[in-house]
């Protein structure tokens, strides 16, 4: 059959490379000896069509008049198609006249003389060539796309690069890859990058859009997918690009069209130059999907582990450049003013609960929030005796600086230092000016303050960021700094050629992030750690803790914990108040303690509220008996009810009523391979008992097949043997308030 496909394949190429508009080429097909991999030798038995296996994914590419295009994408395990009947183009580029800014767009099916695919069987590599554009105002540009398989993982594995010898029209962005994949029928998901991650049911049926521009604190990680758990099918899109690179990922839902679009957009570094051409940062891949979020995020944090440059060294105990206490802080709060304010209330929480807390100082210093940044100093009177004070009793102080912005009018309403020092390092539009931004504080003279986001490749802001850290830690021993919006706000399309790096698009943005960390972290003492707001992946080498007060969001599964735990400490939820504030906070604690975060952040007065306070209590002792799973462990497959959990739903006020409905019963696992046990924590955040039996598969966690030992960990934690038949069976009841943690050790793998 082979050798009849190869035949046909060579007849066929040679008639198509007389074709002017369509050419497929083989190379070496007939006379090449056979590689050792798998060969993903296309099928061309329906002319204009190639079709290409990978494993279980087979996509099929057909000439179209002027360009190529996907037809399809067929999962031929259970024979379902995945391409929407409206396909979107395999890549769309983005083109800007050098003169007058107009933007046209070049797409992969139309607008090209010359469209070649070209089998390599040596390599095993399938190469896509685009040129001649049939618009001549673009001659000089052309495409090229190559496609490695993955015959086991059922992958296909893209790498792009554009040519422009254009003098006139520059690449400004380029879209790629997006695929439109149909609606996968009743149970059919879709994983979006918004918080911790998003699993939505609704994106085929909603013109819903989800996602933003990376990296940033809403928009993560870079990778999507859309799956049916039950028909055991769907695809995994990755761009897997080392360097963190900017650019825009979304899931938009088209239900005119019964279609999900899964986009990835990069401004082209030096956007807007003539003659620059384009390389994708990384690959994508795009990846048959047999599972759900979770089995999509094995695939992602597959990829982190081996390549990209924000994964930290780990050892035995995690992150050993982290310091231990930081590592196994059970709870955080938050408050701030001056120490006679704040200090005697985190003592007195600190010891009601009688364990290590982490305190997030804010208002240390003499100027307002959000205004004369960053002239953080002097500091309020007593700071530095609160922060001697608050260690002596088992408070770790960590205080706020924001690690981003500096003031036009940094003293009250006048110019002091913006202008004359920092304005040459400050992010600038393509007109020059800077770029700035406003968050509601005021001047002096009542005027908005209006803050210039600084560029952190300049040699400027790294310096100033860093003799900040550096004073805070050296002249009043903090335990802590805290960065603000690093790895929260997306990164800024600067401009400015005297700062050295690429204008606009590019990984520049985030390298410039970890030299100025880089130093911080050589020069800071040992014991000390460094953290930042919310949870944007390329920083996390970097960092010791991220700021998840943000994940707030209705249909939040814990992808980001599923690739990162272990990896960077998460902690700190915005608790908030309201008419349903009790259920809210048990809601909130149960998700973080499930999602392996440390509890947090409250104000200290959250212990006054009798409603509440118990659970959260708890809560906070079990992160603390159970710690080690969380910063040496990785997040296991979250179990599930045989029977479903009835559902709870309260007003998170993350941004004024703010209605969330989540499982009454939380559910999380965590595991320490190299100890073989495995934790599953089962927290009832509701009124009502509950009582099911465990469904999950045991291959999933440590104890498969082995002999197992059982305990039950109680807040306290006093253990209480669990005997246990078949865990994966086992019946469960989860008293109302309350967390169930089942601790297994396995004999041996
Ligand atoms: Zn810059």
């Given at each position: 059959m082979r050798r009849q496909k190869s035949t046909d394949l060579h007849r066929l190429s040679a008639a198509l490379l007389v074709c002017t508009t369509w050419h497929l080429f083989v190379a070496g097909s007939v006379y090449a000896a056979r590689p050792k991999v798998p060969a993903s030798r296309p099928d061309v038995s329906v002319p204009g069509r190639i079709g290409i296996p990978a494993g279980d994914l087979r996509i099929v590419l057909q000439n179209v008049e002027r360009g190529l295009r996907v037809a399809s994408l067929l999962d031929t395990g259970t024979g379902q198609e995945l391409l929407a009947a409206e396909p979107l183009p395999l890549f769309s580029v983005v083109l800007r006249d050098t003169q007058t800014k107009e933007l046209l767009t070049l797409t992969a099916d139309s607008g090209w003389k010359q469209a070649l695919a070209a089998y390599s069987e040596t390599r095993n590599r399938h190469t896509l060539t685009f040129g001649n554009p049939t618009d001549d105002r673009f001659a000089g540009i052309g495409v090229e796309l190559t496609l490695d398989v993955d015959t086991v993982a059922g992958a296909l594995i893209w790498d792009m690069k554009i040519a422009n010898e254009n003098p006139q029209w520059a690449l400004w962005h380029v879209v790629f890859p997006q695929v439109a994949l149909r609606d996968l029928g009743e149970g059919a998901k879709v994983f979006a990058q918004v918080t911790s991650g998003v699993e939505l049911s609704t994106m085929w049926a909603k013109a819903d859009k989800r996602g933003g521009t990376y990296p940033g604190g809403w928009t993560a990680m870079q990778y999507m997918a859309a799956y049916n758990p039950v028909r055991g099918t769907g695809l995994y899109l990755g761009m897997h690009d080392p360097w963190g690179s900017t650019k825009d990922i979304f899931a938009q839902g088209w239900p005119d069209k019964q279609a999900v679009a899964l986009t990835f957009d990069h401004p082209v570094p030096n956007m807007g130059k003539p003659g620059v051409g384009f390389e994708l940062p990384g690959v994508a891949r795009w990846q048959l999907l047999r599972g759900d979020w979770f089995d999509a995020a094995m695939i992602y944090r597959n990829w982190v582990v081996n390549d990209a440059k924000?994964?930290?060294?780990?050892?035995?105990?995690?992150?050993?450049?982290?310091?231990?206490?930081m590592r196994e802080l059970p709870a955080w709060v938050m408050t701030g003013g001056p120490a006679s304010d704040c200090v005697p209330k985190v003592k007195a929480f600190a010891q009601a609960i009688a364990?290590?807390?982490?305190?997030?100082?804010?208002?240390?210093?003499?100027?307002?929030?959000?205004?004369?940044?960053?002239h953080y100093f002097p500091v309020k009177d007593g700071f530095s005796e609160g922060v001697a004070e608050l260690k002596a009793a088992g408070v770790y102080p960590m205080p706020y600086i924001n690690g981003r912005l500096w003031d036009l009018h940094d003293k009250g309403a006048e110019d002091w230092e913006f202008t004359k020092t920092a304005r040459p390092a400050a992010t600038k539009d393509e007109d020059g000016s800077p770029c700035t931004e406003s968050y509601g504080s005021k001047e002096t003279d009542g005027n908005s303050v209006t803050l210039a986001v600084m560029c952190p490749t300049t040699s400027l802001?790294?310096?100033?960021?860093?003799?900040?850290?550096?004073?805070?830690?050296?002249?009043?021993?903090?335990?802590?700094?805290?960065?603000?919006?690093?790895?929260?706000?997306?990164?800024?399309?600067?401009?400015?050629?005297?700062?050295?790096?690429?204008?606009?698009?590019?990984?520049?943005?985030?390298?410039?992030?970890?030299?100025?960390?880089?130093?911080?972290?050589?020069?800071?003492?040992?014991d000390r750690m460094l953290t930042t707001e919310c949870n944007a992946e390329p920083y996390i080498k970097w960092l010791d803790g991220y700021l998840t007060w943000h994940w707030q969001n209705q249909d939040m599964v814990p992808a980001f914990s599923a690739v990162y735990g272990g990896a960077v400490q998460m902690f700190g939820r915005a608790y908030r108040s309201g008419p349903t504030q009790d259920l809210a906070n048990r809601m909130k604690a149960g998700q973080q303690l499930v999602y392996g975060e440390q509890i947090g952040w409250f104000g200290p007065e959250i212990l006054d509220r009798a409603d509440s306070a118990p659970f959260v209590r708890d809560c906070i002792a079990l992160r603390y008996q159970l710690r080690e799973y969380f910063y040496r462990g990785r997040m296991a497959r979250p179990p599930r009810f045989a029977t479903p959990a009835p559902t709870v739903t309260a007003d998170w006020q993350w941004s004024n009523e703010w209605l969330v409905t989540t499982d009454a019963v939380l559910t999380g696992a965590w595991w320490i391979p190299q100890d073989n046990k495995t934790l599953l924590l089962l927290a009832n955040v509701s009124d009502t008992p509950f009582t099911s039996r465990l469904s999950l598969n045991p291959k999933d966690y440590t104890f498969s097949g082995k002999p197992i030992a059982a305990s039950v960990v109680h807040p306290d934690g006093t253990r209480t043997p669990l005997a246990l038949d078949a865990i994966d069976q086992a019946n469960v009841e989860i008293p109302a308030r309350s967390i169930v943690a089942w601790e297994i050790q396995s004999a041996d793998r």
């Open positions: 924000w994964w930290p060294s780990l050892g035995p105990d995690g992150r050993e450049d982290t310091p231990k206490w364990l290590p807390t982490g305190f997030h100082w804010y208002n240390w210093h003499e100027i307002p929030f959000d205004n004369d940044y960053p802001w790294q310096n100033q960021v860093r003799d900040i850290v550096l004073r805070l830690f050296n002249d009043y021993g903090v335990s802590g700094v805290y960065i603000d919006q690093i790895a929260a706000a997306a990164p800024r399309l600067c401009f400015d050629a005297s700062h050295g790096h690429d204008l606009g698009g590019g990984p520049w943005w985030t390298e410039g992030y970890w030299k100025m960390l880089d130093a911080i972290r050589a020069a800071k003492p040992a």
